[in-house]
């Protein structure tokens, strides 16, 4: 296996795609009805992120048939607030529903974070935190981004792949 340097030299944080966009949904059962049953597409998982009070409803976006590795394929999270507290549900109440965050997939989240860090862009919270399906995230604030939530994400399998 090929050995990949941890440092990117130019200073750009190096995006490998979409991952997913994080739907925020009012109603989240005719949201998840819609995605399958009038689009097709498959719901691939569920996982709830006690820390974040929601539930995530993944589904994959388009035809499984049409590419050899369904995991580089983008995908749609629904999020469903697990409490009136949590994040989800003040976004839903200031904004109603509608695109919460883009989710870009990064190699090595942590050269990701020192990336921001250097150029002084905002993350909310404390930095990297564990995400659905083993991933780790970063969040960057809408203050550094022009108004958008943006999701910086290390799957699993990069992991494991960047530390060769």
């Known amino acids: 296996m090929e050995s990949r340097t941890t440092e990117n030299l130019s200073g750009k944080i190096e995006i490998l795609g979409i991952e997913h966009l994080g739907l925020a949904s ?3 059962e005719k949201s998840g009805w819609f995605f399958r049953e009038i689009l097709g597409l498959d719901e691939i998982h569920r996982e709830t992120v006690t820390e974040q009070m929601v539930e995530t409803r993944v589904f994959r976006s388009g035809n499984q048939s049409h590419e050899a590795n369904s995991s580089e394929k983008s995908k749609l999270e629904v999020l469903v607030s697990t ?3 949590g994040p989800i549900a003040r ?3 200031k904004k109603g529903g509608g695109i919460h965050h883009l989710a870009f997939r990064v190699r090595n989240i ?3 974070l020192r990336q921001l860090q ?3 862009i905002r993350v909310v919270g404390h930095g990297i935190s564990d ?3 083993g991933s780790r995230v970063v969040f960057i604030h809408p203050e550094s981004t022009g108004g958008i939530l943006v999701e910086l994400v290390e799957l699993a399998h990069e992991r494991s792949c960047s530390s060769v």
Request: hydrophobic letters at 15%.
């Open 26 to 28: 009012g109603d989240p």
């Open 118 to 120: 250097r150029k002084k």
């Open 110 to 112: 942590s050269e990701a």
């Open 91 to 93: 976004y839903l109440e």
């Open 83 to 85: 409490s009136s507290e």
């Open 131 to 133: 995400g659905i399906e």
